[in-house]
């Protein structure tokens, strides 16, 4: 599906989910130093953000409701720098995850994976609920704009047409 650039990218892209991430090579002197507690320490890392990033999906929602642009415009900027954050979380979980291989597996079954999982299927819920209130207040405003612009048009053939037959007359002093 080819996703539109501009203000739908606001949201959360659907690649924050780690489960389906690419595998990074690694070089093998690292892979000493990679141990489930550090995999388990980004996941939570990850999952801590991801209720930040919920919280501020919320806040989209409501300024969204609300009609208030200003407030989406400061929520996007806060959802662009925790995006930033987790999209690393993203890539070390999967040098994490190549490295370690099967090792890693009990890892996927501690709580906080699913609530990460939650987590995320929940602000892509958010977020698509967001998305289709905007393309709505978007049609209305376009339609207010063209309804407006055809008032004007039509004011000035008005007035053209009362000046052509001398039947309208301004003082500019009054």
Known sequence: MHRQRGWANWFLPESFLFLVSQPVIIAKDKLKEWQPDSLLDLLI?????????????R??????????????????????????????YHRQIAELRATMGRTAEPVYEDPVVKETVRLAVEIQTLDTRTRKMLAVTRTETRNALVTLEQGRRNFAAYLQGEAGAGGLKCDRRA
């Open 59 to 88: 806040r989209q929602a409501i300024a969204a409701e609300q009609n208030d642009f200003d407030e989406l415009v400061v929520v996007a900027q806060d959802r662009a720098s925790l995006g930033e954050r987790l999209e690393s």
């Open 45 to 57: 890392g990850q999952c801590a953000d991801l209720e930040g990033l919920l919280a501020l999906a």
